[in-house]
């Protein structure tokens, strides 16, 4: 059962310790502790080979108060039951930190979408897509990309979607390529969400952006992204990271030659004189930085890393990249470095997805400007309420942000009541 999870226990956890900063009542919290609806289906596939496999689908909706459900679907090898409750608690506080009219939720393929033709990856997108279509739809559950997907990904689930209804549905799924009414600046919007938190962290605690240095964990979309607007801004970026390992250079890295050499090769791995610069996790994240920035996996952050950081900005550009140890170090023994909790942080996808539903209902559609303006906007005021709300409660980021968004959820319950 997900109960046993590492993720969800520590999801639990975070929600539990900020219910004294709210006033919701204990029946509210019950229903806030487990998701909604957990969908589990089986998917059969013919591979290229002839053979028919067997690959187990996650769709979880954590709540469905707010308005549809929101969240991305991931292929991994990884992809577990409690992973996926986990992340879709997570996506109901991000938005309704961010003030959405969505409720969380999030989906995944236990596969390895790298070991897969296209045309497998097709056939079992169809194919998922039809299996939970009865718990789908425009203002039920609205899917985007995430780890292991992409913009074909999402193109796929809306044809196999409107095929099967008979319409056209636009609003079916997020993240979709421009030429399947997607929406400008979609693909960038995290990693620029990302540097707009850090742009009004760093204002806070008086660090120059200008000659200051990250280092970065992850260099997909939303990665390299960061990485990118960083160095855009005069911030040396001393380290980068992906599935083929962990590299650090004292004199920064080029990113756009970095992005470049990407273009052409699957990893980093390669890139020249890249092999030198090879660390270990712990020594990445543990370089004298300004600013570390974990936009990979859950749970890369250990209480013994957090213990050895030696920045002065943690920005959570992944989901839960903080184990409960480490969440616990930062709180208490280094109150010195400020954290951008990740339902803020990395709210910049779900924020552009929103756009981009309201923009497929509509079928007016904004200008790169326009979504870039909106975009700012929108994380800048969560922000600036998160930090006001932290501050004059006494209270760290993390806590801020989670007691505002669990409050809000929880009186959206509670004003809806309970049926019957």
Not at 141 to 159: L, R, S
Not at 197 to 205: D, H, L, P, V, Y
Not at 404 to 412: D, N, R
Request: with cysteine; net charge neutral; aromatic share 8%.
């Amino acid at each position: 059962m997900f109960e046993s999870s590492p993720f969800y226990q520590s999801a639990l956890g975070q929600l539990l310790s900020v219910i004294p900063h709210t006033s919701l009542e204990p029946g509210v919290v019950e229903r806030l502790r487990v998701p909604k609806r957990i969908i589990t289906v089986s998917v059969p596939v013919r591979m290229d080979s002839g053979d028919t496999r067997m690959f187990m689908g996650i769709r979880v909706q954590h709540s469905l108060t707010a308005g549809p459900g929101k969240g991305g679907l991931r292929f991994a090898p990884t992809v577990d039951t409690g992973e996926v409750v986990a992340l879709a608690m997570l996506m109901s506080w991000k938005c309704a930190l961010l003030g959405l009219p969505f409720s969380g939720a999030k989906g995944g393929i236990n596969c390895d979408p790298s070991a897969m033709s296209i045309g497998e990856q097709e056939r079992l997108t169809r194919r998922f897509t039809a299996e939970i279509l009865p718990f789908i739809g425009p203002t039920v559950d609205v899917m985007a990309p995430d780890m292991g997907t992409n913009e074909q990904t999402m193109a796929w689930i809306f044809d196999t979607y409107s095929i099967v209804t008979g319409s056209n549905c636009a609003q079916i799924v997020t993240g979709k390529p421009l030429e399947t009414y997607g929406t400008l600046g979609r693909r960038a919007a995290t990693g620029m969400g990302v540097v707009y938190t850090i742009e009004e962290a760093a204002r806070r605690i008086n660090l120059k952006l200008n000659g200051a240095t990250a280092v970065v964990q992850g260099f997909g979309n939303v990665g390299s992204v960061t990485c990118e607007q960083l160095a855009l801004r005069g911030v040396t970026v001393k380290g980068v990271a992906d599935v083929s390992g962990h590299y650090f250079r004292d004199k920064g890295f080029d990113v756009k030659a970095l992005m470049e050499y990407l273009k052409s090769n699957r990893t980093l791995a390669g890139f020249p004189g890249i092999d030198a610069d090879k660390v270990s996790v712990d020594d990445f994240f543990t370089q004298p930085v300004d600013i570390v920035v974990p936009a990979a996996m859950e749970h890369q952050v250990t209480g013994k890393i957090a213990r050895n950081l030696k920045c002065r900005l943690v920005a959570e550009a992944a989901n839960g990249p903080c184990t409960t140890d480490a969440d616990m170090v930062l709180r208490e023994a280094h109150k010195d470095i400020f954290l951008i909790p990740d339902i803020l942080c990395n709210a910049g996808g779900v924020v552009v997805s929103y756009f981009e539903w309201v923009q497929g209902i509509q079928m007016f559609f904004w200008s790169a400007e326009e979504v870039d303006n909106k975009l700012q906007q929108m994380i800048r005021r969560a922000f600036i309420l998160t930090h006001g709300h932290a501050t004059a409660r006494g209270v760290d980021m993390r806590t801020g942000a989670l007691a505002l968004a669990v409050e809000k959820v929880g009186k959206e319950k509670a004003k809806r009541g309970l049926f019957p």
